[in-house]
């Protein structure tokens, strides 16, 4: 229960390893501009209460794992990521600019996964296929519990 995070109204434990690559794999965010973005990133998941469990940041690539409160979807958190940190990294470095026109430094797309303290098969038996096992209706993989 230590682990679990909570907002006014719920109790969670909602994980996510985040990774996306800069446009064309450019091998750029090294030295400043890897801590730049470091820091850009602390301070965005700060402002949407993400705790950030573990981050890397390669010469092209950026691994994110993190807490996201059930209030952010996945889409919005990674939009959100991906376009302040490319505005404000291309507006503060120049040369940074010039290697990405058009003013997108990160590639279309990213990878998710989500990661949690039981698995699928825990999950599917425990929670689902024990609970009042006497008494219910059965239709396939999805029950309904009967009085």
Not at 4 to 24: A, C, G, I, M, Q
Not at 56 to 64: G, I, N, R, T
Not at 105 to 115: E, N, Q, T
Not at 132 to 139: F, Y
């Amino acid at each position: 229960m230590k682990n679990y995070r909570k907002t006014s109204h719920s109790v969670y434990d909602l994980k996510y390893h985040f990774v996306w690559v800069t446009k064309y794999r450019k091998p750029v965010l090294f030295g400043n501009v890897g801590t730049r973005l470091r820091d850009l990133i602390r301070e965005i998941c700060k402002s949407m209460d993400i705790e950030i469990i573990k981050g890397h940041v390669s010469k092209d690539h950026v691994h994110l794992f993190v807490s996201i409160p059930p209030y952010h979807s996945v889409s919005q958190v990674i939009g959100r990521i991906k376009g302040k940190t490319s505005r404000k990294l291309l507006s503060e470095n120049r040369q940074l600019a010039k290697k990405f026109w058009g003013r997108h430094l990160w590639a279309r797309g990213y990878f998710v996964a989500s990661s949690g303290n039981v698995t699928d098969e825990v999950i599917a038996q425990y929670y689902i296929e024990l609970q009042n096992v006497a008494e219910r209706a059965r239709d396939d993989d999805f029950t309904v519990e009967s009085y």
